[in-house]
C-alpha cells in the first residue's frame, strides 16, 4: 500500500491536492475534539449540530471550508454566529497536511501520515490550551501510545539526524522509549526544580491593606484573580498574615491564614473553603503558589518524546522556552498581559516541534558549524601557534 514506486504512479501534484483535501476533511474533526475534549463530552456522539439551536448538521452542509464561506459564518438554520476557529482550523490542517507531503512525501507516505497525526495532536492541543489552559490526556497520553506504535511501524520517524540512516524496528522502539523517558523525565525535573525555587509569587503591599476573598477570586488593590489561576493542584497554598479577618459569622484578629482548594486554616480553626463565601481580611503581604508549567505539559513531550525521539524533545525545550519568553515579554511590554498573568505554554512546544519536523535537521547542523567555528576561535586565542 505504500510502495513508493505504486505512489509515484500518480502525478505528485495529484497527491499534493489529495493531502490538502483530507487535512481539511481531518481539521473538521479536529474541531471537534477542540470544542467537545474539554468539556468531557463524546467526540463521535451526537453528530454535528448548532451548539446554539443543536441542528443536525446534514453532510452538505459540512463541507470542509466551503461551507464556512457559503453560510458566512453563520448557522443555516438559526443563523447564530459560527466561530471563524472553524474555518481556521480546517484551513490550517489542510496547509499543514499539504506542506508535510510537499517537504517528506519523497521519502515515506507512511512517514509523511505519521507526522500528519502527530501535527493533528499539536492542533487540538493548541487551541485547546489557549482557550482553556489545559491539554486533555486523550492528546498526551494517547500521544505517547501513538507514538511508540507509530514507531514500530514507520521506524523512519527515528532517521539518523545527522548520517540519514534509517533505523531497524527495535533501534526505533528504543529511540521512541528514550524519547519518552527523557521528555517526561526530564521536564518533569525541571517543572519540580521550577517549583521550589520559583513557586511562590509575593505582594509586598499597602499598609492596611484590605484584600476581599469571594467563592470564585481574591481582590487585590487594582487587581482581581480567579482561584483556579492560582490552584493548580492540590498541594497550592496561599499564604499571608493577617491584621484582621472578617467573617459572616465571626472575626479574628493577628491570625496566620492558610487557604488551599481544600482547606481553609485560620490560625488554629479550619473551614471548608467551598463554605466560606466572603471573607475580608487586612495584610500588608501575601504569598500565591506560581507554575511555570503544568503536568500536561510534561505528558505532552513525553509524546513529542515517543514519536520523534529524545533529541526533538531537547530541540522542542530550547526553542519553545525562547519563544515563550519572547512573546510573554512583547505582551509585558504592549501592556496586553501582567507579568503575573499565567500563558499557555503547550502552543510553544507544539510550534517547536513542528519546526523540528520541517526544518530541526538544517537548523542542528547550522548551530553545530556555528558552536565549532567558535571553539576553534577560542582554542587557537588561547593557544596560538
Known amino acids: 500500500m505504500f510502495d513508493p514506486q505504486t505512489w509515484a504512479a500518480v502525478p505528485f501534484s495529484f497527491w499534493s491536492v489529495v493531502f490538502f483535501a483530507l487535512g481539511c476533511i481531518v481539521g473538521s474533526f479536529l474541531n471537534v475534539c477542540i470544542h467537545r475534549m474539554p468539556c468531557g463530552e463524546s467526540i463521535v456522539s451526537p453528530p454535528s449540530h448548532c451548539p446554539h439551536c443543536n441542528y443536525a448538521i446534514p453532510w452538505y452542509r459540512n ?18 454566529p459560527i466561530s471563524f476557529r472553524y474555518f481556521l482550523v480546517e484551513l490550517l490542517t489542510g496547509v499543514i497536511f499539504l506542506s508535510t507531503w510537499v517537504v517528506h512525501g519523497d521519502r515515506s507516505t507512511s512517514l509523511v501520515l505519521a ?103 481574591f481582590r487585590l488593590p487594582g487587581e482581581e484573580i480567579a482561584y483556579e489561576d492560582v490552584f493548580y493542584r492540590k498541594s497550592d497554598v496561599i499564604i499571608f498574615e493577617a491584621k484582621t479577618i472578617e467573617l459572616i459569622d465571626r472575626c479574628y484578629a493577628n491570625v496566620s491564614v492558610r487557604l488551599s482548594p481544600s482547606l481553609l486554616r485560620i490560625g488554629e480553626d479550619t473551614f471548608n473553603p467551598e463554605e466560606v463565601f466572603h471573607m475580608e481580611v487586612v495584610t500588608d503581604q501575601i504569598v500565591i503558589p506560581r507554575e511555570a508549567m503544568g503536568l500536561g505539559d510534561v505528558k505532552f513531550m513525553a509524546a513529542i518524546g515517543a514519536f520523534l525521539g529524545w533529541q526533538a524533545v531537547i530541540f522542542s525545550l530550547m526553542l519553545s522556552a525562547v519563544l515563550g519568553a519572547f512573546v510573554g515579554l512583547a505582551l509585558v511590554a504592549l501592556k496586553k498581559q501582567a507579568w503575573s498573568s499565567r500563558l499557555p505554554y503547550g502552543p510553544y512546544i507544539a510550534v517547536a516541534a513542528t519546526t523540528w519536523i520541517f526544518a530541526g535537521k538544517p537548523i542542528v547542523l547550522w548551530w553545530f558549524t556555528v558552536v565549532n567555528a567558535w571553539l576553534v576561535r577560542w582554542i587557537e586565542r588561547l593557544f596560538p601557534l
Not at 463541507?63 to 447564530?80: D, M, V
Request: with cysteine.
Open 63 to 80: 463541507i470542509p471550508i466551503f461551507t464556512w464561506l457559503l453560510l458566512r459564518g453563520k448557522c443555516s438554520n438559526c443563523r447564530a
Open 115 to 217: 507526522f500528519c497525526l502527530l501535527l493533528s495532536g499539536f492542533i487540538v492541543a493548541t487551541f485547546i490550551d489557549f482557550e482553556h489552559f489545559i491539554i486533555p490526556d486523550q492528546i498526551t497520553l494517547g500521544g505517547v501510545a501513538a507514538g511508540f506504535l507509530c514507531s514500530a511501524a514507520v521506524p523512519a520517524l527515528h532517521t539518523d539526524l545527522f548520517t540519514g540512516a534509517l533505523p531497524s524496528t527495535a533501534l526505533a522502539l528504543r529511540q521512541s522509549f528514550l524519547g519518552i523517558a527523557v521528555g517526561g523525565g526530564l521536564i518533569y525535573s525541571i517543572l519540580r526544580l521550577g517549583k521550589l525555587m520559583f513557586g511562590r509569587q509575593k505582594f509586598n503591599l499597602e499598609p492596611n491593606t484590605k484584600v476581599v476573598f469571594t467563592e470564585t477570586t
